[in-house]
């Protein structure tokens, strides 16, 4: 319990003090006219009220990802708590801040064209292919995910009638004017969400749950001998890292009025997606006695199981009672749900930048639309566990283009650029290692695969040392 409460202090801390730095460091300016004032156009440029929109990128960010990968990122111990704090200040809020203002300062330009503007034209025909994979997984998974979660609150729905009507949802949030329904119901949604959050802390406190404690070790306990790293950099996903993130800013950037409001924004709903991953975490890691309980718990569901889904139904009526319950599930339902509907809104935004077509007529939307709505549902056909990690692997090797971009633009900038080096250095061993040895990977030996994936970070950063070298001697 004392390292859960420190870890939360710390990550408060994080935000105030080193937030504070990373803004000092881009040079945030709140004289710059923003894309939300420059060009209005009553669908995707709308200029909001900061509270507003910290709410709906939070609601963006926060889908599965520090719920579920949490859940199932402590079943590696407690070296989970300190990726979540340490991931989350220096790397994953980060990457969230300097992504988010980039696209302010590129006229709300969609994560390819920023990724683009840095690294070349090669790596933007990438980006643009590889983003629209990720954010169709994500529409995918975020579909499934709540669809079960549902089917457990509501049985006499099926999880495939579930499916059906939390698609449909996603078609209309796809498709309408942002302030007609995501601007609408996503502050409600987002007080839903803390509400579940602050539900889950208070009851760990009053329960005094056995949350394990740093200093018991934090050797890897995971059930199935699989490595720490880069096994649970991975699994934790969005609890402290994700490329899915800089996808979603751009929708955010194209509101905001203020460049000053990107700390409170784009750090801050990182910062708060932190805090949700380390309550679940706690919380999963104490309700079944101990982290080995949990294990125990996990491996005898059936397999087909959304496990991590049915641990937090479980948590939530134990913890909280039926109504309490009923209002924490729908916390975590509306989680995936907000991110999946916005993960297509900006499949359709990048798909329309790449073509340069115009989305303010509805007949326009419908073009880009539907081909990615087909894509999603045929995905929605494939296994969830085997959909979740492939998501996780696409999201954090997004991260790593997104990290590099950030480092090429300050140090263009002469800015420090080190507070993007060190975790896209980081992100590009964790990423590489892990495709080239998870059993859905290459499946290479194991100290191979590290090896080669710290040599893709040091080729990286000779890469990013040659082209800083050149470009100070072309100034």
């Not at 599965?64 to 949490?70: K, R, S, T, Y």
């Amino acid at each position: 319990m004392i390292s859960f409460t420190f870890a939360i202090i710390f990550l408060i801390l994080g935000y105030i003090i080193y937030g504070s730095f990373v803004e000092k460091v881009f040079g945030a300016d709140k004289n710059n006219k923003t894309p939300a004032i420059l060009n209005p156009d009553g669908v995707d440029y709308v200029p909001l009220p900061w509270w507003k929109i910290f709410l709906i990128q939070f609601l963006n960010i926060a889908g599965l990802g520090p719920i579920f990968g949490a859940i199932m990122g402590i079943m590696f111990g407690p070296a989970a708590f300190l990726w979540i704090v340490l991931g989350t200040i220096f790397a994953g809020a980060v990457h969230d801040y300097i992504s988010g203002m980039l696209s302010i300062r590129q006229n709300g330009s969609s994560l390819p064209e920023i990724v683009g503007t840095q690294l070349g034209n090669g790596v933007k025909q990438f980006m643009r292919g590889f983003s629209v994979l990720l954010l169709v997984l994500v529409g995918a998974v975020f579909v499934s995910g709540p669809a079960g979660l549902l089917n457990g609150i509501a049985p006499y729905l099926s999880s495939t009638w579930w499916a059906v009507i939390v698609f449909s949802y996603y078609i209309m949030a796809t498709l309408l004017p942002i302030d007609k329904l995501i601007g609408k119901l996503y502050p409600v949604f987002g007080f839903a969400l803390l509400f579940m959050a602050l539900g889950i802390l208070i009851a760990i406190y009053a329960r005094s749950a056995a949350v394990p404690e740093l200093w018991q070790g934090i050797a890897n306990q995971n059930p199935q001998n699989l490595p720490i790293f880069p096994m649970m950099f991975i699994s934790i996903a969005c609890g402290a890292i994700s490329g899915f993130h800089a996808t979603q800013s751009p929708l955010m950037a194209r509101c905001i009025k203020n460049e000053k409001m990107g700390k409170r924004i784009f750090y801050g709903a990182m910062v708060s997606e932190g805090i949700v991953a380390l309550i679940w975490a706690a919380a999963a890691s104490s309700f079944y006695g101990s982290i080995v309980g949990l294990q125990d718990y996990v491996s005898s569901l059936p397999s087909t199981a959304n496990k991590a889904a049915i641990v937090v139904n479980e948590i939530s009526h134990s913890w909280l009672g039926v109504f309490g319950g009923l209002l924490a599930m729908l916390g975590v339902i509306i989680a995936p749900i907000t991110s999946g509907d916005t993960a297509l809104r900006s499949a359709r935004l990048i798909v329309a930048d790449f073509l340069n077509f115009n989305q303010k007529p509805i007949k326009n939307r419908l073009l880009v639309s539907i081909p990615l709505f087909v894509v999603t549902f045929l995905l929605l056909q494939i296994n969830f566990d085997i959909l979740w990690r492939y998501f996780a692997w696409s999201n954090q090797t997004l991260s790593v283009f997104t990290l590099w971009a950030c480092t090429f633009y300050l140090m263009k900038e002469n800015r420090q650029y080190l507070i993007c080096l060190f975790p896209a250095m980081f992100m590009t061993a964790v990423s590489v290692s892990y495709i080239l040895y998870a059993p859905e990977g290459l499946k290479l030996p194991y100290v191979l695969s590290i090896s080669l994936g710290i040599f893709t970070s040091i080729v990286f950063l000779l890469i990013f040392l040659n082209t800083r070298k050149k470009f100070r001697k072309s100034i």
